[in-house]
């Protein structure tokens, strides 16, 4: 088992930039995306632009194993963003 330290750095962030790398980066008339790989990990993030609710944008975060292709992190956008915001009122 790993010790505590391994989880939790010495360090004001539990995250540190230089862990990330940014492999993609756009925007659509939907969102801003960002694609990031940290210690073999693919990191999807979406922002939308646009909104039903004033001052409130959604992010969707997708985590997974396997790297996704720019049609693919970009056909994702459409559903992730209108199933978080079917959860807003």
């Not at 995306?33 to 959604?58: D, Q, R, T």
């Amino acid at each position: 088992m790993a010790n505590k330290s391994t989880y939790f750095p010495r360090s004001s962030h539990f995250y540190k930039w230089e862990w990330f790398t940014l492999l993609y980066e756009n925007e659509n008339e939907k969102a801003y995306i960002k694609s990031y790989l940290s210690k073999g990990i693919y990191i999807n993030i979406y922002v939308a632009k646009n909104s039903k609710n004033e001052n409130c944008y959604p992010i969707v975060s997708l985590v997974t194993p396997v790297k996704l292709s720019e049609k693919e992190i970009e056909e994702a956008t459409e559903n992730f963003l209108n199933e978080a915001e079917s959860f807003l009122k």
